[in-house]
């Protein structure tokens, strides 16, 4: 049985009986106002992190949602568009689009404004998604591209940004890791599916994100998420896991390559203008987010009258930044 058949069957599991803290979410989903929460769907929250960025979401955008599982976050997505069909779920395994149903009719009964037809379920694989070239404004996945061994985690990122229209957004939460994972546990098919032992570096994982030819990347939160545990998985030491939530932009990439935002911040208060590498006016007494290799431009050049602050790894800037 190969890694992808083995997540299947484990999902397959994991929708005929629900398991709460499959993964990591243990609190509350955020408050939305109006919003009813069935509580299966809560106990199936199968994530690492969140993909529902409220702030960013827009009622007439179509959002493109993969691994549906319970369904929590395609009924959030649901709440901005609010339109039939507005947002398609796309998941491998049938039971689990079974369950998903079940849930969205469940939904439908507590929920006014939903209908269970705002969300449509399509069975299909990310590695080759049944969805037409440029055709969602939005894509998301929580906690599944980190099952995925590096070819088939290089394909689902270009078939996420195909289906993207130009300036899209790919919303990612999954776990990654401070060190490489010892090759007993990267094999384990089960830990695995399990998201425990699949996990990418930080930078891996950024590289594979430009790589797909995402042109700009925001880094929206970056926390912990498990412990492997050197008695329990066979380790010379402890392997603390974090997860990172992400946005990807279908942009270009400027001359100077993919634009990553993690949170550093440049403050100018000299008397001249200034200008950064690419010849953007740095604003004077303005904290002003900047991307890392801008961060990195001003950190060599060590002028007296800029600070440039420590990535923060959350950033939540306005949508500008540097370039």
Known sequence: MGYRDAAQEFYKEAALTPQAGLCCVTGQARF???LIIPNVMQEMNYGCGTTVHFGDLRPEETILYIGVGGGLEALQ???FTRRPQAVIAVDKVPEMLDKARENFNLAAKMNDWFQSDFVQLVHGDALSLPVEDKSVDVAAQNCLFNIFEQADLAQALAEMHRVLKPGGRLYISDPITPQPIPEHLRSDERLRAMCL???LTYQE???KV????FGRIEIRARRPFRVLD???YGLAEHILLESIDLVAYKNPAS???ARVFAGETLIYFGKERLRDEEGFIIPRDVPHPVCQKTAAYFRKLNRHDVV???PTYHYNGPGGGCC
């Not at 430009?210 to 030819?213: D, E, N, Q, R, S």
Request: charged share 15%.
């Open 255 to 257: 001359a100077g390559g």
């Open 210 to 213: 430009i790589g797909a030819g």
């Open 197 to 199: 032992s699949g996990a």
């Open 205 to 207: 994982y950024l590289d």
């Open 230 to 232: 050197k008695e329990r």
């Open 308 to 310: 440039v602050t420590a």
């Open 77 to 79: 997505f649901a709440y």
């Open 32 to 34: 939305l106002a109006g």
